[in-house]
């Protein structure tokens, strides 16, 4: 499975982006069928989630400090994840990257992702 993650960039602090992850190779019934997330690493911190959707997009859970601000989204038909980020903060900045997770479900721990997009940088300024 490769997974590319783009839509990065730099934005103003109260802007807007949207995060894509698309899905390639021999990877469409392994993505389709399982749960996929978005997790970030700022500068010299661990790598966190940020949000999380279950093999059929019909349950997301959304880490606290994005709630209402960022939501993520899929397309199976596409193979592919979104997040939707608005009113960025500068503590938004940071490497978002999607992952596959290991089932069906929804988890927030890192260890349950065994794919790994290779990141795209998301800069808010102040």
């Known amino acids: 499975v490769q997974l590319q993650a783009s839509g990065g960039g730099l934005v103003q602090a109260g802007g807007s982006l949207r995060l894509s992850c698309a899905a390639s190779?021999?990877?469409?019934?392994?993505?389709?069928?399982?749960?996929m997330a978005w997790f970030r690493q700022a500068s010299g911190m661990e790598r966190e989630f940020v949000a999380g959707?279950?093999?059929?997009?019909?349950?997301?859970n959304h880490a606290a400090s994005v709630k209402g601000r960022f939501t993520i989204s899929r397309d199976r038909s596409q193979n592919a994840l979104y997040l939707q980020m608005n009113t960025l903060k500068d503590e938004d900045t940071a490497v978002y990257y999607c992952?596959?997770?290991?089932?069906?479900?929804?988890?927030?721990?890192?260890?349950?992702?065994?794919?790994w997009g290779q990141g795209t940088l998301v800069t808010v300024s102040s």
């Open positions: 992952a596959v997770a290991r089932g069906a479900w929804v988890s927030t721990s890192a260890r349950d992702y065994t794919y």
């Open positions: 959707i279950n093999w059929n997009g019909g349950n997301t």
């Open positions: 190779g021999r990877s469409g019934r392994i993505v389709s069928n399982n749960g």
